[in-house]
């Protein structure tokens, strides 16, 4: 079988996420044989180095043989069982290592199976918290601008990606959208920590509006993944969660892109050194190999829902594949990967690793910016670089990018403009070298340099 076989058989049946279908009259279809480490490899033998982790999932490469073996042992003892009544050990051992890991005060563990639903269950568990307290005037919720929360129709109603939320907006619930911290916007030679501080102000004046209409401040802490990775100072969160405090309201931190060690820490909330009421994880809690998700949270908010059946506090919430036990498997081999490899510490070579290999770049003429907060690193494309004037978005530069990734056997999927890596932890610091020369001149080309 060929990639082209597959390819019609493909357009022929399925409907791909987040795509104009139209584009793959002249954009290649991929089909993926096989995955090894960074690598994917399609039925021609080309390989691809999957240098955005399939969408920043990814943590330790595909068929990694450590979380197969896990989930091949779980898989002979026990597939899924419901969880409402029914309880297993991968599910209780990974609640247990999920509330010593996080910070201090997250105890409770709620399952999903994929990000937008966790974050549904923040936005639910916050507002049923506020109403079994009595405080029936809070039904609203604080975003900030350029923010992404998934696409089902709560999660979508909490970002501001114009992108993916415009079109819907008639069916969705009204924010207080607050204007971000997003540093790339600060003032030539303004600090990002001074920028994120000055921001800050629009969410005090926020908060000391609309506190007792809110349940809940929702922020995806340090980089806004889908906002085209734009980043901000741990500054920010210091403050937002004292204020939350202040005003009565809970922090919900989104931290389903930026945990598992994305941002340099475990957990980016760590750098602020604060807990939120509400975490939110998916993503690498499984390494990218099953979806699952869950919403973690503190004894307080566990104990409003807590009473005698007949006072209706319960939260009756689920799914049905709530805390499946093969992706519980995956995450536990997970965070045993963490803990054994220390992982985190290693990084830091690759995150040093991505700052000098990218470091020419921050001179070339059509490079509005390189920012990096850990394992993340973005390249924002611009026609001017002094006003840092945008490309229009219809001349579409970054596809650009990524036909010349895919032709030099890498996986760069842009956003918008911006070019970015996040890759598998994985990666070597050769790979990552490789990876940067195929981005130079992808960037090169797309804005005819
Ligand atoms: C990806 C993402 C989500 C949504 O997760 P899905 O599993 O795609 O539904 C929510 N929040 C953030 C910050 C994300 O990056």
């Known amino acids: 079988m060929s990639n082209q076989t597959y390819k019609q058989r493909d357009l022929n049946a399925v409907w791909h996420p987040c795509s104009q279908m139209k584009d793959h009259e002249q954009l290649p279809m991929i ?19 999957d240098a955005i982790s399939s969408w920043w999932v990814n943590l330790f490469g595909h068929a990694n043989p450590r979380v197969n073996d896990a ?44 990000g937008s639903s966790a974050v549904e269950v923040a936005l639910k568990m916050s507002f049923h918290y506020w109403r079994n307290s009595g405080k ?19 999660a979508l109603a909490v970002g501001d990606v114009a992108l993916y939320k415009e079109t819907y907006e008639p069916l969705l619930m009204q924010p207080i959208t ?57 500054v920010y969160l210091k403050l937002l969660k004292d204020a939350c405090e202040r005003h ?24 602020a050194a604060i807990s939120p009421d509400f975490m939110c994880l998916s993503k690498g809690l499984t390494a990218g190999y099953l979806p699952l998700s869950v919403t973690l949270t503190t004894d ?55 700052r000098t290999a990218t470091m020419h770049l921050r001179d070339h003429p059509h490079v509005g910016e390189v920012r990096q907060t850990g394992m993340i690193l973005a390249i924002e494309m611009v026609k001017e670089k002094y006003s840092k004037q945008a490309y229009p978005w219809e001349e579409r530069r970054g596809l650009q990018v990524y036909r010349h990734g895919l032709n030099n056997g890498a996986l760069l999927r842009p956003l918008g403009n911006v070019i970015y890596f996040m890759p598998p932890y994985v990666i070597t610091p050769q790979q990552i070298r490789s990876l940067a020369e195929i981005a130079t001149k992808g960037i090169d080309h797309a804005t005819d340099y």
């Open 248 to 271: 009565g309201v809970h922090l919900i931190a989104d931290e389903i892109a930026v945990g598992f060690g994305r941002t340099g820490t475990m957990f980016a909330c760590e750098q």
């Open 300 to 354: 307080n908010i566990y104990e409003c829902f807590y009473d005698d059946y007949t006072t209706q506090k319960a939260f009756l919430h689920s799914h049905s594949y709530t805390g499946n036990p093969l992706g519980c498997s995956a995450a536990l081999a997970t965070l045993k990967i963490f803990a054994e490899d220390n992982v985190i510490k290693q990084n830091k070579r690759l995150e040093e690793e991505m």
């Open 71 to 114: 989930i091949k042992q779980q898989l002979d003892e026990l597939e899924h069982v419901m969880l409402a009544g029914f309880t297993h050990e991968p599910v209780i051992k990974l609640s247990e290592q999920l509330v010593a890991i996080t910070p201090a005060g997250l105890n409770r563990c709620f399952y999903a199976d994929n």
């Open 178 to 234: 607050v204007p971000g911290p997003d540093c790339y916007q600060r003032e030539a030679g303004e600090s990002c920590h001074a920028y994120s501080q000055r921001m800050y102000e629009h969410m005090e004046a926020a908060l000391n509006e609309h506190a007792e209409e809110v349940c809940a401040v929702i922020v995806e802490p340090l980089v806004q993944c889908a906002g085209n990775m734009r980043m901000y100072d741990p």
């Open 31 to 49: 089909p993926i044989r096989r995955g090894q480490g960074v690598w994917l490899e399609d039925f021609e033998g080309n390989r691809y180095l």
């Open 136 to 154: 029936e005037s809070k039904t609203r919720f604080i975003n900030l601008s350029n923010s992404y929360h998934g696409e089902t129709l709560g």
